[in-house]
């Protein structure tokens, strides 16, 4: 779902830029569906049903539909011809580093957090399963004591709830930064004027 809504967002998004020369309402949107999205995402527990994560994951994806190629517009459109490139390749750097970056600080709270929520409910066993969370498939989790199963649950529960939350305030930030982005007349945008002169071929 999430990656459905992402392009369907993302095309017309394009389209509608493209049409109206207009870009700056879908950063603000955008940043708006992201931080609902991710806020819905961390109210999930262990009852959530599949189609309920679906419509959830669905709202981050018109979030970052409407900001994955338009933040790229707007840092070409902010520069003269001969810096595009300069401007593309940083865009692409800074929002390389910013996922790798994000990713590791998120995972290291959601292991953090199941590790202190199994130590609590399931002790010593707990702790052995944190151990060998790594291999744990649906299969293995099945196999587990019901007590460790369900402390695993909650535990995962919690721990997405905290990763969820600090992406939904860094969220918070986007759409700041969104508001106050200026908005340029596109580069070859807009129709050709009466009084500009076309050029024509010279007879040979």
């Given at each position: 779902?999430?990656l459905?809504a992402?392009l369907?967002t993302s095309?017309?998004?394009?389209?509608?830029?493209?049409?109206?020369?207009?870009?700056k309402?879908f950063?603000?949107?955008?940043?708006?569906l992201?931080i609902v999205?991710?806020?819905?995402?961390?109210?999930m527990d262990?009852?959530?049903s599949r189609?309920t994560?679906?419509?959830?994951m669905?709202v981050?994806?018109?979030?970052?539909?409407?900001?994955m190629?338009?933040?790229?517009?707007?840092?070409?459109n902010?520069v003269?011809l001969?810096?595009m490139?300069?401007?593309?390749?940083?865009?692409?750097l800074?929002r390389t580093l910013?996922?790798s970056f994000?990713?590791a600080?998120?995972?290291?709270?959601?292991?953090h957090?199941?590790?202190?929520?199994m130590?609590?409910?399931?002790?010593?066993?707990?702790?052995?399963?944190t151990e060998?969370?790594?291999?744990l498939?649906?299969?293995s989790?099945a196999?587990?004591?019901?007590?460790?199963r369900?402390a695993?649950?909650?535990a995962v529960?919690?721990?997405?709830?905290?990763?969820?939350?600090?992406?939904?305030a860094?969220?918070?930030l986007s759409?700041a930064?969104?508001?106050?982005?200026?908005?340029?007349?596109?580069?070859?945008a807009?129709p050709?004027?009466?009084d500009?002169p076309?050029?024509?071929?010279?007879?040979?």
């Amino acid at each position: 779902p999430m990656l459905g809504a992402m392009l369907v967002t993302s095309m017309v998004a394009g389209r509608v830029t493209t049409s109206t020369g207009r870009y700056k309402v879908f950063p603000v949107v955008g940043s708006a569906l992201l931080i609902v999205g991710l806020y819905l995402l961390s109210t999930m527990d262990t009852g959530t049903s599949r189609l309920t994560s679906g419509v959830f994951m669905a709202v981050v994806g018109l979030g970052m539909g409407c900001l994955m190629q338009i933040t790229m517009l707007v840092a070409q459109n902010s520069v003269e011809l001969k810096d595009m490139g300069v401007a593309s390749s940083t865009t692409t750097l800074f929002r390389t580093l910013g996922s790798s970056f994000g990713v590791a600080v998120m995972g290291a709270l959601f292991n953090h957090r199941v590790q202190d929520v199994m130590a609590e409910r399931a002790g010593a066993l707990g702790s052995k399963v944190t151990e060998q969370s790594a291999q744990l498939d649906a299969a293995s989790l099945a196999k587990l004591p019901e007590a460790a199963r369900e402390a695993y649950q909650h535990a995962v529960s919690s721990g997405t709830h905290g990763a969820f939350l600090l992406g939904a305030a860094v969220a918070v930030l986007s759409l700041a930064a969104a508001v106050f982005v200026r908005e340029v007349p596109l580069k070859g945008a807009g129709p050709q004027r009466e009084d500009t002169p076309v050029a024509t071929p010279e007879p040979v």
